[in-house]
């Protein structure tokens, strides 16, 4: 659906904010673009949208050129910015309508209001904007995004500002919308949001693309996961017979910790040299220790990232 080449954005300032990006996004994913601060992440999304001229490569959405061909491709996009942008002396609906328009589209009141009813903006449609709250007025950002029935979908930092139940509501629309067809890229800061959301996941750092990969897959690959188990007295050292399995023993002797990478199918741990748990807990059972109690953590898609970034210079 989006086809962005050796994508490179240097500002007037010096500042080289994307360096060589290349990506494809697939249509009727979600793709969640995740990166630190200043990664990138706008850039690359207001690049794309017409909103900042990139220094070099290209961008086409559904085969237009978004600049050789910007008003097609334009007409496929609906963006919802970070920053919080409305006009604050137009009345809710009317400002929606207006949005639909700019992008040539007929009106469609039935459409209009079943998008701000799934905005739960119904009932302040005849609002003035700058009476809104500030979760009301990301929703209704969302409202003008999607009020030319665009293709794709950009949402940047779609749920900061915005409370629990309401950033349920917003993945229940994203959804929604997936399910229509419409492909779906969205930056965030909550990475419960991508590893809730996202089919794919890519991963920016310092202007350069550094990891694009299925989130299946990549929580699959980074993942790992602890067996730690609780011993009802302490041990002064690793028992011989437990050696192959490479524990890790407390300071005081009261806990061994079995580290493994988190193979979601087939037997836990039955992966490239990892002996099986279940070999594990015959070992421990022969060696006669006593196991007081056992707890088993698994990698977040948060720590894979954290792990990832820090990792760059
Ligand atoms: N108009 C501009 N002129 C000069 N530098 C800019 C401009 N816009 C952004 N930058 C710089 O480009 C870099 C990338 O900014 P960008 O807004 O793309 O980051 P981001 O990944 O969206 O960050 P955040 O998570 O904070 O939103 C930053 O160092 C920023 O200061
Ligand atoms: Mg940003």
């Known amino acids: 659906m989006i086809s962005i080449a050796h994508l490179s954005k240097t500002y007037a300032s010096g500042h080289s904010a994307l360096k060589d990006v290349s990506l494809d996004i697939r249509r009727g994913e979600i793709f969640a673009l995740l990166g630190p601060n200043g990664a990138g992440k706008t850039t690359l999304i207001s690049i794309v949208c017409g909103l900042v001229t990139p220094s ?18 334009r007409a496929k996009i609906g963006l919802v910015p970070q920053e919080l942008t409305t006009d604050s002396f137009e009345r809710v609906r009317d400002n929606v309508c207006f949005s639909r328009g700019l992008f040539g589209r007929p009106p469609d009141p039935a459409y ?5 009813r799934s905005l739960s903006l119904w009932e302040k449609r005849d ?28 949402l940047d930092e779609p749920t900061a500002g915005v409370d629990v139940e309401l950033r349920r509501d917003m993945w229940n629309l994203v959804r929604t ?20 959301m996202a ?27 602890r067996l730690t188990l609780e011993l009802s007295a302490p041990l002064a050292g690793v028992p011989d017979l437990l050696a192959p399995f ?22 836990p741990g039955e992966r490239a040299g990892h002996p099986a748990v279940a070999d594990l807990l015959r070992a421990v ?25 820090r990792r760059e210079p």
């Open 56 to 73: 070099a490569g290209t961008v086409s959405v559904d085969g237009h050129d978004i600049i050789t061909d910007y008003r097609a491709a």
């Open 112 to 116: 209009i209001e079943t998008l701000l």
């Open 127 to 154: 609002a003035l904007i700058r009476t809104l709250s500030g979760g009301m007025k990301r929703r209704l950002l969302i409202a003008k995004a999607l009020s030319h029935q665009p293709e794709v979908l950009f």
């Open 177 to 196: 919308l997936r399910e229509e067809g419409v492909t779906i890229i969205l930056t965030t800061h909550y990475l419960e949001e991508a590893e809730e």
């Open 199 to 225: 089919d794919r996941v890519g991963v920016i750092n310092h202007g350069e693309l550094i990891l694009v990969e299925d989130k299946a897959a990549l929580m699959k690959k980074l993942g790992e996961k």
């Open 246 to 267: 490479d524990l890790a023993l407390a300071p005081d002797g009261r806990e061994l910790t079995y580290t493994y990478a988190a193979a979601k199918e087939g037997a």
């Open 285 to 309: 059972a022969a060696s006669g220790i006593a196991v007081r109690d056992l707890r088993t953590r698994e990698s977040s898609l948060e720590e894979i990232f954290v792990s990832l970034v």
